[in-house]
């Protein structure tokens, strides 16, 4: 069965802290896809990252950065020099490629960043 | 096109009335997924459409619901006999699906209050 955990339920740092969020998941399927989604108040799902299981490198966009390593199943999230646009709750989620490619989201972490 | 839409974007209903949510696809888009996500939650995979053909249906989506596409375009997502527990947010996604791109996008979502 897939599964996706983020132990972190909610964080609290200062503006311009770095910050890691930790993801965990579970999957038999060799070939899947992990994701990263932003949900600012407004509500909506901003999408932020798609890596595939074959690609193992980490990627860093702007202060946006992602460490993914098979051997422990973790898909972390760096932002770095934290800003208070940044507050949201963040989601990690699988897709197994499977015909439906359904995803499984995490609880979420939500974030909040500090003046 | 500016994305996935959905309407109404609220509704409160008083428990035992029927409901009906609308989501719009991005044009061209041939998948449609719907999630429902409640308070504290990741979003939940409730069912998704190939065209105007319902692929799958999750365990979530009890008897009171029913989803349609009947064009392969917009989709409708009807509670019958709403409960307090259908209270939550309802998103809806679509997906152009072929191996170059992917990705689900996600619509703002139809928040229910069942009261």
């Known amino acids: 069965a897939q599964k996706v955990t983020q132990a972190q339920t909610e964080i609290s740092v200062v503006e311009k802290e770095d910050v890691t969020l930790d993801c965990v998941y579970e999957?038999?399927?060799?070939?899947?896809?992990l994701f990263w989604y932003k949900q600012p108040p407004s509500g909506e799902l901003v999408f932020l990252i798609r890596r595939n299981s074959f690609d193992e490198q980490n990627e860093i966009s702007g202060r946006y950065s992602w460490n993914f390593q098979k051997s422990t199943s973790s898909f972390n999230f760096t932002i770095t020099a934290s800003q208070v646009v940044d507050s949201a709750v963040y989601f990690c989620?699988?897709?197994?490629?499977?015909?439906?490619?359904?995803?499984?989201f995490g609880k979420g972490t939500r974030l909040h960043i500090l003046p | 096109d500016t994305g996935v839409s959905q309407n109404p974007r609220h509704k409160i209903t008083k428990r035992g009335q029927n409901v009906t949510f609308r989501c719009d696809p991005i044009?061209?888009?041939?998948?449609l997924y719907w999630y429902r996500q409640t308070l504290g939650q990741g979003p939940e995979f409730l069912t998704y459409f190939q065209n105007e053909a319902q692929l799958e249906k999750s365990r979530l989506l009890s008897d009171r619901f029913s989803a349609e596409r009947p064009k392969g375009s917009f989709s409708t997502l009807e509670i019958q006999r709403t409960e307090q527990g259908d209270s939550a947010m309802y998103l809806c996604a679509s997906s152009l699906q072929n191996r170059a791109d992917y990705e689900q996008y996600f619509g703002p979502g139809t928040r229910l209050t069942v009261t």
């Open positions: 989620a699988l897709s197994e490629a499977r015909r439906d490619d359904k995803i499984i």
């Open positions: 044009s061209e888009h041939n998948r």
């Open positions: 999957t038999r399927d060799t070939t899947y896809y």
